[in-house]
């Protein structure tokens, strides 16, 4: 084993791993009602928590509900649409495998890549920026991610991205949508698990103002499963003792002041504006979208989109019995939707949590519909 291995299995030691939920159930119990509800907003968390059967250690007062995390869950239609829309001009289109299927108004890009659109799959901007060099026609790379990937996009576009080379951005800034979260009318959250991987790039302080408006705890936590553990520790040891706090339980990659360099980067490209989030709300400042210095790289800017005729050819849809929206904003689990497994599975999805392997649908599919391991009575 490598030294990164060694490493992350410090952080899967099964022993600590139940001490820490016999700390997680005091603490619970010191808190003395139940449930008590914590978010985490990031596809990584549910992901390692369902990859390691963190749910089956968790008190059952506990619920640790998945917020809208996942960015290609929340890349809303219209966004689907205009890549899908430059498509079918002939425009060549390369974007990540999980965009394909996630379904536009009328067609998803996997169904315009079938009709003889081209699209190619990519693992990287870079990879995006390589393949049009090679090309002696237009490439659009559809950009979707959170405030780390959006880091990757707008370093490209500082370096020297061939002419042929545009960005259609659908990028989110995750800090934005907690607010909404938390100003929801029926929201049970009362405290955040913060992504850690976008904190490395924005740093903890980004969420003090956000705590001191909504007097809700924020800790940020990593990805193995003690990391995820403590962080839920630190958070319920906030709750019960109604300390509104930001606690960094990341410290070996989160400062406060996070990446100066990366957001600097990320800043000079983009800048926030307010944006439909799919399934969510429009979300203020939620959207990154590319300055008025980038507007050649700009595929918005650069070509004429018309995604009003794929309005007009809209088949009819489940899509409006989809509750993607409520998933992701806590008030309901997929097993609460009439479609999953039915009508909607991985393979033919109705809604977007159904698509990407960070979607709630898709992760609660892929471990057999539900996430608590125990069984039923056990449950009870
Ligand atoms: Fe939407 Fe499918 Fe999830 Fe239902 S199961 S909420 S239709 S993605």
């Known amino acids: 084993m490598n030294d990164a291995g060694r490493n992350a299995m410090q952080f899967r030691d099964p022993a600590r791993a139940a001490q820490m939920a016999s700390l997680l159930e005091r603490l619970v119990g010191e808190i003395g009602r139940e449930p008590v509800s914590v978010m985490h907003v990031c596809g990584s968390h549910e992901q390692a928590i369902a990859r390691f059967g963190l749910r089956a250690i968790f008190p059952r007062a506990l619920e640790v509900i998945m917020g809208p995390g996942c960015p290609v869950c929340v890349t809303d239609m219209p966004e689907v649409d205009e890549a899908v829309a430059l498509a079918e001009d002939g425009i060549r289109i390369a974007t990540y495998g999980d965009m394909l299927r996630v379904p536009g108004t009328a067609r998803s890009l996997a169904d315009a890549q079938a009709a003889g659109a081209k699209v190619d799959v990519v693992y990287s901007v870079t990879q995006a920026q390589q393949l049009a060099a090679k ?20 370093a490209v576009l500082l370096g020297s991205p061939p002419p042929n080379f545009s960005i259609l951005s659908a990028h989110k800034y995750i800090p934005p949508v907690m607010e909404i979260v938390a100003e929801m009318p029926h929201t ?16 903890c302080a980004i969420f003090e103002r956000f705590v001191e408006r909504h007097r809700i705890p924020v800790v940020v936590a990593g990805f193995e499963p003690l990391d995820i553990l403590a962080g839920l520790a630190k958070l319920l040891e906030l709750v019960r003792d109604r300390r509104p706090e930001v606690a960094n339980m990341y410290p070996r990659c989160v400062t406060r002041e996070g990446n100066r360099r990366a957001q600097e980067v990320l800043w000079k490209v983009f800048r926030p504006v307010g944006g439909r989030w799919r399934g969510i709300a429009h979300v203020p400042n939620g959207n990154l979208r590319l300055r008025d210095e980038f507007a050649r790289f700009d595929a918005r800017r650069r070509f004429k989109i018309d995604v009003s005729r794929l309005w007009d050819y809209a088949p009819p849809s489940l899509a409006h019995s989809c509750i993607c929206g409520d998933i992701m904003a806590g008030i309901a689990s997929p097993s609460s939707c009439s479609l999953f497994g039915k009508q909607c599975e991985p393979d033919n999805p109705v809604g977007a949590c159904m698509v990407s392997t960070e979607g709630t649908c898709r992760i609660w599919h892929q471990y057999g519909g539900q996430l608590d391991l125990r069984d039923k009575d056990e449950r009870a």
Do not use: K, P
């Open 135 to 154: 090309l002696d026609e237009e490439l659009v790379f559809f950009a979707s991610g959170f405030e780390t990937t959006a880091v990757a996009t707008a």
């Open 188 to 203: 049970r959250v009362e405290g955040f698990l913060a992504a850690g991987h976008a904190a490395t790039i924005t740093g």
